[in-house]
C-alpha cells in the first residue's frame, strides 16, 4: 500500500503570511495528488486536484505543485477564513484505492 | 446543481446493524463513482471503499474490507454504507463524496452522518 507522510502536523502563521505544507509518498504517484480543506464541523473541500489544477471558484491564493513523490500545498497570503485542517489525497487506480495525509491543522498567531 | 444529502444522526448500541444512505441529485447518477470516508472524533479522514452506481462494481480499503457493506439502488439515486453488528468504536462522522470524472478527485460532499455506537 501507498503511504503518504504529511507535514507539519499543526502550523501557525499571521495574516499575510506564506503557508507551505507537504506531502511525500512512498512511492511514486505521478500527479495523483489532491489538496482538501477542511473546517470545524464541515465536510472536506476539494482545492487542488491533479496535483496542481485548481479547482472552479477556489481562490488563486492557494496553489499545489510536484510529482513522482513530493507534493507541495501552498498559500501565498494567509487569510483568516483559511483557518482550517489540510489534507493532501493521493489515488491509485490498480487496484482502485485512496489514501489521505493525516493532516495540518493551520492556524492564526 | 449537484448534491449529496445523507441520512440523519444514529445512536445505536453495540451489536446492532445500520444502513445509513445518500442520495444523489442534480447529475446522472449512475455515471460518477460514490466513495464512503470516516472520520472518528478528533482525527483524520480514512478512505472505506467506492461504489460505481451504473454496474455496482465496489472496491473497498483492506482496513474496511469485511467490516462494512457498500450498496447502491440506481433506482432511487442512493448509496448505502452498513454494517451489521456495530462497535463502539465505529462511533464516527461518515461522508460520501462523489469522485470527479477523470481524477481521483472528490468534488462534491454530502453533509456527513454521524454515527454514534453507546450501551
Known amino acids: 500500500d501507498i503511504q503518504m507522510t504529511q507535514s507539519p502536523s499543526s502550523l501557525s502563521a499571521s495574516v499575510g503570511d506564506r503557508v507551505t505544507i507537504t506531502c511525500q509518498a512512498s512511492?511514486?504517484?505521478?500527479?495523483?495528488l489532491n489538496w482538501y480543506q477542511q473546517k470545524p464541523g464541515k465536510a472536506p473541500k476539494l482545492l487542488i486536484y491533479?496535483?496542481?489544477n485548481l479547482e472552479t471558484g477556489v481562490p488563486s491564493r492557494f496553489s499545489g505543485s510536484g510529482s513522482g513523490t513530493d507534493f507541495t500545498f501552498t498559500i501565498s497570503s494567509l487569510q483568516p477564513e483559511d483557518i482550517a485542517t489540510y489534507y493532501c489525497q493521493q489515488y491509485d487506480n490498480l487496484p482502485l484505492m485512496y489514501t489521505f495525509g493525516q493532516g495540518t491543522k493551520l492556524e492564526i498567531k | 446543481e449537484v448534491q449529496l444529502v445523507q441520512s440523519g444522526a444514529e445512536v445505536k448500541k453495540p451489536g446492532e446493524s445500520l444502513k445509513i444512505s445518500c442520495k444523489g441529485s442534480?447529475?446522472?447518477?449512475?455515471?460518477?463513482?460514490i466513495g464512503w470516508v470516516r472520520q472518528m472524533p478528533g482525527k483524520g479522514l480514512e478512505w472505506m471503499g467506492i461504489i460505481y452506481p451504473g454496474d455496482s462494481d465496489t472496491r473497498y480499503s483492506p482496513s474496511f474490507q469485511g467490516q462494512v457493506t457498500i450498496s447502491a439502488d440506481k433506482s432511487i439515486s442512493t448509496a448505502y454504507l452498513q454494517w451489521s453488528s456495530l462497535k463502539a468504536s465505529d462511533t464516527a462522522m461518515y461522508y460520501c463524496a462523489r469522485q470527479d470524472t477523470g481524477s481521483g478527485s472528490y468534488n462534491y460532499w454530502g453533509q456527513g452522518t454521524l454515527v454514534t455506537v453507546s450501551s
Open positions: 491533479d496535483a496542481s
Open positions: 442534480g447529475y446522472s447518477f449512475t455515471s460518477y463513482w
Open positions: 512511492q511514486d504517484i505521478s500527479n495523483y
